[in-house]
């Protein structure tokens, strides 16, 4: 146990000199305050829904900025059945949501990167309305803070790998 620790702190100062940058470091972090968030409208209600939710966990993240840079973003949101019963009623849901990204330099309309993150959330149905209702909230809630995760770290990564 005590040599473990000795040879991490003798491997410490090695990890400096060779330019190792955590990504989640305070610099990292400081470019995020270059970051503007745009949400399309979307397709219909839920695409809305699940951009406003992506977009609220974006400003808890990151906070809301007016920088050099904007973060366009599509939502796409599906749900679909496919547990049926022997009764011909769905008892198990898939909710995906798909979020198309962009990052834009703002002084010249660049696409700096660009891709797509995903998230999906299988539940099953209860045969109350209301309760299937709060369910599928709960599902969008969950996959729309799980993309807004994954498109942190790729813009994380993103930062990290320019000078």
Same mark, same amino acid.
């Given at each position: 146990?005590?040599?473990?620790?000795?040879?991490?702190?003798?491997?410490?100062?090695?990890?400096?000199?060779?330019?190792?940058?955590?990504?989640?470091?305070?610099?990292?972090?400081?470019?995020?305050?270059?970051?503007?968030?745009?949400?399309?409208?979307?397709?219909?209600?839920?695409?809305?829904?699940?951009?406003?939710?992506?977009?609220?966990r974006? %400003? +808890?993240?990151? !906070?809301?900025?007016?920088?050099?840079?904007?973060?366009?973003? $599509?939502?796409? #949101? *599906? %749900? +679909?059945?496919? !547990?049926?019963?022997?009764?011909?009623v769905?008892?198990?849901? $898939?909710?995906? #949501? *798909?979020?198309?990204?962009?990052?834009?330099?703002?002084?010249?309309?660049?696409?700096?990167?660009?891709?797509?993150?995903?998230?999906?959330?299988?539940?099953?149905?209860?045969?109350?309305?209301?309760?299937?209702?709060?369910?599928?909230?709960?599902a969008?809630?969950?996959?729309?803070?799980?993309?807004?995760?994954?498109?942190?770290?790729?813009?994380?990564?993103?930062?990290a790998?320019?000078?």
């Amino acid at each position: 146990m005590i040599k473990h620790t000795l040879a991490t702190l003798l491997a410490l100062p090695l990890l400096t000199a060779c330019g190792f940058t955590p990504m989640h470091s305070a610099i990292g972090a400081e470019r995020f305050g270059d970051v503007a968030i745009e949400v399309s409208e979307g397709a219909d209600i839920g695409d809305k829904e699940a951009g406003f939710v992506v977009l609220q966990r974006l %400003r +808890d993240r990151i !906070g809301v900025n007016n920088g050099m840079h904007i973060l366009k973003l $599509d939502p796409r #949101l *599906t %749900r +679909d059945g496919f !547990g049926i019963s022997a009764d011909d009623v769905t008892t198990r849901y $898939d909710t995906s #949501l *798909t979020l198309r990204y962009s990052l834009i330099e703002a002084a010249s309309g660049k696409v700096l990167t660009s891709g797509d993150v995903k998230s999906t959330t299988t539940y099953a149905a209860p045969l109350d309305p209301y309760a299937l209702d709060s369910v599928d909230n709960n599902a969008l809630a969950q996959d729309a803070k799980d993309v807004a995760d994954r498109l942190l770290l790729k813009l994380a990564g993103y930062y990290a790998a320019q000078p």
